[in-house]
């Protein structure tokens, strides 16, 4: 759908991150917008996006609407719709993670830590110093994800996904090559 650094890569995770036993192979496909109905159905219907009633028209037209700074993936594994993957980059002196959705199946398995360790890489590859990702204050397991993977709460902003609910801006700063 759009073209950017983080628009399409390869991840590969052993069994023990994905289980089953044999090597898994999770891909980044560029989202196009004919899948963008069927993948808001299954994201709305998952917290936090259920909690917020936040509405499937409105996704599916995130999902759908070509922006130039954005990239929109399904994330596959084994060639299975597991979620769904956007970033805006550049933003702030880094890429924003905007989207990161995984369906409960693939949820807790190691697929979340290799999609940011990939994103990771690519900022690191561009010369970004931040990475950005924002999480609703009452998904206290995404913002326990993102700060175990180094990410600081930065700000609070009330109202930017719902009316009613806050959502909380992380930054992982400074970004270092690992060891």
Partial sequence: MTSSPFSTGCIELDASQLGGGRPALARLVPLEASAARGLALSIVAMEPWSVMGYPADALVTFLATPD?????????????????????????????????????????????????????????????????????????????????????????????????????LLRKFPLEPSA
């Fill in 68 to 168: 130039g700074g954005v990239s929109r993936s399904v994330v596959e594994v084994q060639g299975v719709a597991a979620g769904v993957v956007s970033v805006r980059y550049p933003w702030l002196k880094g890429p924003y993670l905007e989207l990161l959705a995984l369906f409960p199946p693939f949820q807790n398995q190691g697929l979340g830590t290799a999609l940011l360790a990939w994103l990771e890489g690519e900022a690191l590859a561009r010369g970004a110093r931040n990475l950005w990702v924002c999480a609703s204050a009452f998904n206290a397991a995404a913002l326990r994800f993102y700060e175990r993977h180094g990410f600081k709460r930065a700000a609070v902003l009330p109202g930017l996904v719902a009316d009613g609910y806050d959502e909380i």
